[in-house]
Antibody, heavy 123, light 110 residues
Framework: QVQLQESGPGLVKPSQTLSLTCSVS??????????WSWIRQHPVKGLEWLGF???????YYNPSLKSRVTMSVDTSNNHFSLRLNSVTAADTAVYYC???????????????WGQGTLVTVSS | QSVLTQPPSVSAAPGQKVTISCSGS????????VSWYQQLPGTAPKLLIY???KRPSGIPDRFSGSKSGTSATLGITGLQTGDEADYFC???????????FGGGTKLTVL
């Protein structure tokens, strides 16, 4: 059974960098069969896709956040990471990592998801 | 304001059927496959439907999906109190070059 688990600080100060890691068990990122993604959910429900990363390090970022987002992958430790810089209160959200079993972007879906981690941006 | 439009809430009695709509445009639903997610209270979203109408292993056939033009629909039959959750649609938007989601629909089983 594939499981994903997010980890990282729950509180980040404005203007600083949010850093999260997603540890994967039950599947190997290096198999190259899936993309790996970050999605966040703002307090009032809405889901926002942040981007994908492939085992090779190829990334696809949401253009609305592209200038602030960096994703990386560590196949040796089977995890991938998110960095979001220059955060503001608007970045307060539950952050999820998810596996994306897709052949092309038009078939994208997310399964499974991690349990999510709340990140609050506040001084 | 979400790119995909869903009704904020729907309700029905146990045992009944409900449908949840997801409206988009040629830029997204009209040219991509739709997936649906169930988010039970306090939990992460879970994939219910992918590629418009396919169910992952373990998802009961009470859940179904369809797509026509620039809209998609999630159907749930034989409603149970355990189906009370938020439901989201998602797809790729070629104009935005991004995955987009609906704003979510809260299902209440009366």
């Amino acid at each position: 059974q594939v499981q994903l688990q997010e980890s990282g600080p729950g509180l980040v100060k404005p203007s600083q960098t949010l850093s999260l890691t997603c540890s994967v068990s039950g599947d190997s990122i290096s198999r190259g069969r899936h993309y790996w993604s970050w999605i966040r959910q703002h307090p009032v429900k809405g889901l926002e896709w942040l981007g994908f990363i492939y085992y090779s390090g190829t990334t696809y970022y949401n253009p609305s956040l592209k200038s602030r987002v960096t994703m990386s992958v560590d196949t040796s430790n089977n995890h991938f990471s998110l960095r979001l810089n220059s955060v503001t209160a608007a970045d307060t959200a539950v952050y999820y990592c998810a596996r994306a079993p897709m052949t092309t972007v038009t078939t994208v879906n997310f399964d499974p998801w991690g349990q999510g981690t709340l990140v609050t941006v506040s001084s | 304001q979400s790119v995909l439009t869903q009704p904020p809430s729907v309700s029905a009695a146990p045992g009944q059927k409900v449908t949840i709509s997801c409206s988009g445009s040629d830029s997204n639903i009209g040219n991509s496959y739709v997936s649906w997610y169930q988010q039970l209270p306090g939990t992460a979203p879970k994939l219910l439907i992918y590629d418009n109408n396919k169910r992952p292993s373990g998802i009961p056939d009470r859940f179904s999906g369809s797509k026509s033009g620039t809209s998609a629909t999630l159907g749930i039959t034989g409603l149970q109190t355990g189906d009370e959750a938020d439901y989201f649609c998602g797809t790729w938007d070629r104009g935005l070059s991004a995955v987009v989601f609906g704003g979510g629909t809260k299902l209440t089983v009366l």
